[in-house]
């Protein structure tokens, strides 16, 4: 092997090592997303809970909290999406059972299911 190859096989292998680190730091920002994303829901949750005790003691009936639902269901889509890129980067898909499955799986292992 003279010097050009070893300085490709050297090249390829660093390119490797930078797609997997990149790959590494936006799995990372997707997780810290999801955290992030579940606490503003946590705090609508409590939010909502409070406004309810606060009527409840005050005599008044609840408010209108359609849109903290709307906003609750929004970001739970978020989540889901966020879950599908963190599946993708994981070089994974999901089976219609919910299992996670290896992109190259011919079969889910859970339910059988062709892909």
Request: proline share 1%.
């Amino acid at each position: 092997m003279d010097f050009q190859d070893v300085k490709k096989v050297v090249g390829d292998a660093a390119q490797k090592v930078a797609q997997k680190s990149g790959d590494a730091v936006e799995y990372g920002k997707t997780k810290y997303k999801i955290y992030d994303t579940q606490n503003e829901i946590n705090k609508i949750f409590t939010r909502m809970g409070q406004e309810a005790y606060e009527n409840y003691k005050n005599g008044v009936s609840f408010d209108d909290i359609s849109q903290s639902c709307d906003l609750i269901d929004a970001k739970k889509d978020e989540i889901e999406e966020l879950e599908a890129k963190l599946t993708d980067l994981r070089n994974n898909k999901k089976c219609n059972c919910g299992k996670t499955c290896k992109k190259d799986d011919a079969f889910c292992p859970a339910c059988g299911q062709n892909f």
